[in-house]
């Protein structure tokens, strides 16, 4: 009851109930940035690994030339090691693409039908036309939503692949070009993905790139990336001098590298708020506990024990902290909900585009809260303020009834 009433401002201690208030929204604030930053990292991490992973497999096992000739025997071992779930041939090939005059970089990706439709990434986001629609024998394609823009091509339009392998002359070397028409457009959600990807059927990609019934690669799908090395660690020495295995850890490391200490580093940097807040309850606090010393001589007087009085006084910081805790999980979860809208609104005021996704890798801000860390955050945030708290509980409990009531 005596910590509930020291709560509320007495007369003449507006400026300590204001310096109170402070802390509370100081502390709201730090717990509000922790939980929003650490979630967008935490969902950008996923859905980079998702959208990467689910394009490009756990790990592939790659032909030296950019081919492998006997690879229905290597996707028959691949498909009987333990762990493996998934075995997909493919071809994949830098080329030149043009339309209408304007030529990009593309990146060639040729597999079977059912490959293709089994995809999630590509055949769940569709933006324009119908996969059905990608046969062998067509000269169809399906190209990335960036690819589709920076052209200025639409369903239905043909586009030329250039393969600058084409046929040797008494002039030189001739690039092979074939024209294809676009039957679908879809949006990985990753900008280089969107603005390269060309797929089309595996048996098109072999006639364009004059590879017989080889193919590029061959891309593995695990039980458990995680473990992805001791999984394909039996498969290495088979194809020693035939073709390289490549694991997702490998090709990624300086993404997720990156993403991991920039993860930690922000954590930290943000606690920094909470301990800035926690200081401001320590000092109302000192100036509570200076304003509260004749009550707390007459309480000392009354029988109150020195123990009594301390936990008056961490109560009140701990209500503060708290408080602080409370607002700023509702603030933190509410900023998360509506972080796009905010995303979008701040950039219609300012005129700039403040999640371009050619820098930022994905096309919208991901977020994936972990409840664990949630509640570490909580734990860290009622930590300090208990510690906080002891210093001016203390000082109370020292006072001396003595020397305060010696004059009254």
């Given at each position: 009851m005596i910590a509930s009433r020291y709560l509320l401002p007495g007369k003449g201690e507006g400026f300590i109930f204001l310096v109170a208030a402070i802390s509370?929204?100081?502390?709201?604030?730090?717990?509000?940035?922790l939980i929003t930053v650490m979630s967008v990292m935490n969902g950008f991490r996923a859905e980079m690994f998702d959208r990467i992973l689910g394009l490009n497999g756990?790990?592939?096992?790659?032909?030296?030339g950019g081919r492998i000739e006997a690879w229905q025997p290597l996707a028959a071992k691949l498909k009987a090691m333990p762990g493996v779930t998934e075995v997909t041939p493919l071809i994949e090939q830098p080329l030149m693409g043009s339309y209408a005059g304007r030529v990009e970089g593309v990146i060639v990706r040729g597999m079977t039908v059912k490959d293709i439709a089994n995809t999630r990434v590509i055949a769940q986001n569709v933006v324009a036309g119908d996969l059905k629609n990608l046969q062998p024998g067509t000269s169809t394609v399906a190209i990335g939503v960036r690819l589709a823009e920076a052209l200025g091509a639409r369903?239905?339009?043909?586009?030329?692949?250039?393969?600058?392998?084409?046929?040797?002359?008494?002039?030189?070397?001739?690039?092979?070009?074939?024209?294809y028409r676009i039957v679908a457009v879809f949006e990985v959600g990753i900008f280089e993905y969107d603005k390269a990807f060309v797929v089309m059927p595996m048996q098109d990609a072999q006639v364009l790139l004059r590879l017989g019934d080889a193919v590029g690669m061959v891309e593995v799908v695990t039980n458990d990336p995680d473990n992805i090395?001791?999984?394909?660690?039996?498969?290495?020495?088979?194809?020693t001098g035939q073709a390289v295995v490549v694991d997702w850890k490998t090709s990624n490391s300086a993404l997720f590298s990156a993403l991991v200490v920039e993860r930690t580093v922000m954590f930290w940097v943000l606690s920094i708020i909470i301990l800035v807040a926690v200081f401001n309850i320590l000092s109302s606090l000192i100036m509570l506990v200076r304003a509260k010393t004749r009550d707390?001589?007459?309480?000392?007087?009354?029988?109150?024990?020195?123990?009594?009085?301390?936990?008056?006084?961490?109560?009140?910081?701990?209500?503060i902290g708290g408080l602080g805790i409370g607002l700023g999980i509702v603030l933190g979860f509410t900023l998360l909900y509506f972080r796009q809208n905010i995303i979008d609104g701040v950039s219609k005021l300012t005129g700039t585009?403040?999640?371009?996704?050619?820098?930022?890798?994905?096309?919208?801000?991901?977020?994936?809260?972990?409840?664990?860390?949630?509640?570490?955050?909580?734990?860290?945030?009622?930590?300090?303020?208990?510690?906080?708290?002891?210093?001016?509980a203390w000082k109370a409990a020292s006072t001396d009834p003595v020397q305060v009531l010696r004059y009254e």
């Open positions: 509370l929204i100081a502390v709201a604030l730090g717990v509000a940035a756990h790990a592939v096992v790659q032909g030296y369903i239905g339009d043909e586009i030329s692949l250039i393969n600058p392998q084409g046929e040797s002359t008494p002039f030189g070397t001739v690039p092979r070009i074939v024209a090395g001791m999984i394909m660690a039996p498969i290495v020495p088979q194809v707390i001589a007459i309480l000392r007087t009354m029988g109150a024990s020195r123990a009594a009085l301390m936990r008056v006084f961490v109560t009140v910081g701990t209500i585009d403040l999640w371009d996704p050619s820098v930022r890798y994905l096309s919208d801000l991901p977020a994936k809260t972990d409840p664990l860390e949630v509640v570490g955050i909580v734990l860290l945030a009622l930590l300090l303020s208990f510690l906080a708290t002891l210093y001016p």
